[in-house]
């Protein structure tokens, strides 16, 4: 596991957010409350549902490779969710009550598969590392798509000491993941595999959005960010990483469209912008 080690030893040495040394200066508060809330509410939302997630509960069996990453991508996490909750008070917004967040229900049941089968633990864990790849994307895309406002908007503060930094995160944190994704499924057994595909093709929903509850705050940030061209900057490219990583190219199905689509679906913009299509 060579790349493995590299890819973690990258994500410990990427320079950190300090909230101390991030300028908070902004020029359009209502600009930026009009143009972000949406994005501003998922993304700090998530940021602090993921950094508390208790991997324990999902993953009872876990390497020293991924202990060690879950330990400082916990710490960037709840980092990236203190500064853009500290924004979005600058802005106006308040940030989304965080008060007795838990795991997904799932997770226990996930959990115990993997506790009784060390061979279910390692479709477990790839379907793990997968789906964090996918959806490291999600957040880098999203991340660039508010610096590029921000930048626009002569917001320059923010890209320079906050979205930069942000957008750098997620990207070393993806690195980690899909490659310990390839790493494990090249290790896997026929049936393993095929198991491995089926349940993240049937169960993948984007982070932050597998609860109904929560699918309308993703809706809005895709109406936001990629009103016009959602399927290819998101469906295609996040289908890729998968079938990439599954070595499964056109043997998935559109299964990253029809979750995007359900979230749409939840909410009246994310209505709108599919009757458009």
Do not use: C
């Not at 990258?10 to 200066?25: G, S």
């Not at 506790?115 to 793990?128: D, F, G, K, P, Q």
């Amino acid at each position: 596991m060579e790349a493995v080690a590299d890819r973690l030893d990258f994500v410990e040495r990427k320079p950190p957010l300090v909230f101390e040394e991030i300028d908070f200066t902004v020029h359009n508060p209502e600009l930026l409350a009009v143009r972000l809330a949406g994005p501003l509410e998922y993304a700090q939302r998530v940021e602090h549902l993921v950094g508390v997630t208790h991997m324990e509960t999902l993953m009872p069996r876990r390497t020293p490779q991924v202990e060690r990453f879950l330990v400082q991508w916990t710490i960037d996490e709840l980092g990236h969710a203190e500064a853009l909750g500290h924004l979005m008070e600058m802005v106006g917004l308040d940030p989304v009550p965080l008060d007795g967040v838990g795991p997904p229900t799932r997770n226990a049941t996930i959990g115990r598969a993997g506790r009784m089968s060390a061979s279910l633990h390692a479709v477990i864990e790839t379907i793990w590392a997968t789906s964090g790849a996918m959806n490291e994307h999600l957040a880098m895309s999203a991340y660039h798509r508010i610096d590029a406002i921000l930048k626009d908007a002569g917001e320059h503060a923010l890209h320079e000491t906050l979205f930069r930094r942000l957008r750098a995160h997620e990207s070393a944190h993806k690195s980690f993941y899909a490659t310990y994704a390839t790493e494990r499924w090249a290790s896997l057994r026929g049936w393993q595999q095929r198991l491995a595909r089926g349940v993240l093709r049937r169960t993948w929903a984007p982070v932050g959005a597998t609860e109904a509850a929560d699918r309308p705050a993703f809706a809005r940030t895709v109406v936001a960010l990629a009103a016009d061209d959602w399927q290819e900057t998101l469906v295609a490219d996040v289908q890729s990483i998968a079938e990439r990583i599954m070595d499964a190219a056109g043997e998935m199905g559109p299964f990253v469209e029809q979750a995007v689509r359900l979230t749409l679906e939840s909410d009246p913009a994310g209505e709108e912008l599919l009757a458009r299509l």
